[in-house]
């Protein structure tokens, strides 16, 4: 799914014909994913449906700029996507109130990048959908970041 979202996130920024610097790590993430899972899908004896997962994707790429309404609408699912794994990372969280192995670190860098990003927007394209999905991120990467010293805060005084 995130590389879903990645792809689409790209295909958006480059159907608008934003500015390449708005989007130029997405290639390199994209491509460090399609990497790992190649590999494992590899080593895992499982080269036809890595073939048919890289159809898959090939197709969407090009059938999701058809129409305007697609891409915005692509957009807009993978924020909720985006968010409702967040959440889902919260609701462990609060289930187990442990922090287990998840790294303030990682999710603090989470959150400046997210900022980072809605500034930029601001400044390149001011893209609504854009600034609405990294305003989301940021209040929820700061949450999940906040619940995580939370929990490593309590396991510590125990």
């Not at 996130?9 to 608008?16: A, D, K």
């Not at 048919?52 to 999701?64: E, P």
């Not at 990372?89 to 959150?111: C, F, I, P, Y």
């Not at 990048?113 to 400044?123: F, G, M």
Request: hydrophobic letters at 55%; aromatic letters at 14%.
């Amino acid at each position: 799914i995130s590389l879903f979202s990645l792809l689409v996130f790209l295909r958006y920024q480059i159907y608008y014909g934003y500015p390449l610097e708005t989007y130029l790590e997405f290639p390199v993430v994209i491509a460090q994913d399609v990497i790992l899972l190649s590999c494992i899908m590899h080593f895992s004896g499982k080269v036809r449906r890595a073939c048919f997962y890289a159809l898959v994707y090939w197709v969407g790429w090009y059938m999701i700029t058809l129409q305007k309404w697609i891409i915005d609408l692509a957009m807009n699912l993978c924020t909720l996507i985006s968010a409702a794994s967040k959440l889902v990372q919260l609701q462990h969280l609060w289930e187990t109130k442990d922090a287990g192995q998840a790294s303030a670190l990682t999710w603090g860098m989470s959150v400046y990048a997210s900022a980072a990003r809605i500034i930029t927007t601001l400044l390149t394209t001011n893209d609504f959908a854009v600034l609405i999905r990294f305003i989301v991120m940021l209040i929820l990467n700061i949450w999940v970041t906040a619940t995580i010293l939370h929990y490593r805060k309590i396991k510590k005084t125990d």
